[in-house]
Structure formats: structure tokens, C-alpha cells
């Protein structure tokens, strides 16, 4: 069993910048693909960005450049560094954690708000 705990969500102004952060538990934390999502009202939930275990990452369009993940596998720790934030960023935004299996195991979101 995996289980994922966000934090860092909050209320920021427009060009504002938060760091969420979310804590995996779990033996094979080096071995899971991370990823951040996020679901704003009244939308489907979609990809912010992912790390995979190599490091590579990949981000969702409107957030490449603004955004940044990073994982600490010392900590059993994914980070999403956010930048230049928007209206449009506002949202609840959850990490996931995928194992070797395919098993996906999710958190229970951290509330992000950009006030304009």
C-alpha cells in the first residue's frame, strides 16, 4: 500500500509562486513514475507534470516553463515548484504515485487559489 499526503496548497495573489509538496510512502518510492494533477471547478481533473524514475520529466502545455517537479528520494518527497501563477492555475491539485505494477495510488489534493 502507497499512500501520498499533500501539502504546500494556499492562497496566492497573480504572479505569485507556491511549492507543493507530497510525502510517498512506500518501499519502492525510486521505482514509482510521480505525478501532479490538478482539477479546477467544474472540469475534468488533467496532467500537470510527471518524473519518472530516471528523472525525466514531462509537463502539462500550459505549464512548461512556469513549473517544476522535482523528487527527493532520500525523503520519499515529490516537489512541484509553481511560478508566475494564474487565475486559471486555481484548482485542487493531487499527486499520484504509479508502481512497476501499473498500481496507481493518489493524495488527497492540497486547495491552490490565485487570486487576480
Known amino acids: 500500500q502507497v499512500q501520498l499526503v499533500e501539502s504546500g496548497g494556499g492562497l496566492v495573489q497573480t504572479g505569485g509562486s507556491l511549492r507543493l509538496s507530497c510525502a510517498v510512502s512506500?518501499?519502492?518510492?525510486?521505482?514509482?513514475?510521480l505525478q501532479w494533477f490538478r482539477q479546477a471547478p467544474g472540469k475534468e481533473r488533467e496532467v500537470v507534470a510527471q518524473?519518472?524514475?530516471?528523472?525525466?520529466?514531462a509537463y502539462g502545455v500550459s505549464m512548461k516553463g512556469r513549473f517544476t517537479i522535482s523528487r527527493e528520494s532520500a525523503k520519499n518527497m515529490v516537489y512541484l515548484q509553481m511560478t508566475d501563477l494564474k487565475p486559471d492555475d486555481t484548482g485542487i491539485y493531487y499527486c499520484?504515485?504509479?508502481?512497476?505494477?501499473?498500481?496507481?495510488?493518489w493524495g488527497q489534493g492540497t486547495q491552490v487559489t490565485v487570486s487576480s
Open positions: 499520484s504515485a504509479t508502481t512497476t505494477m501499473g498500481f496507481v495510488y
Open positions: 512506500g518501499r519502492h518510492f525510486s521505482d514509482y513514475t
Open positions: 518524473i519518472d524514475k530516471s528523472g525525466d520529466t
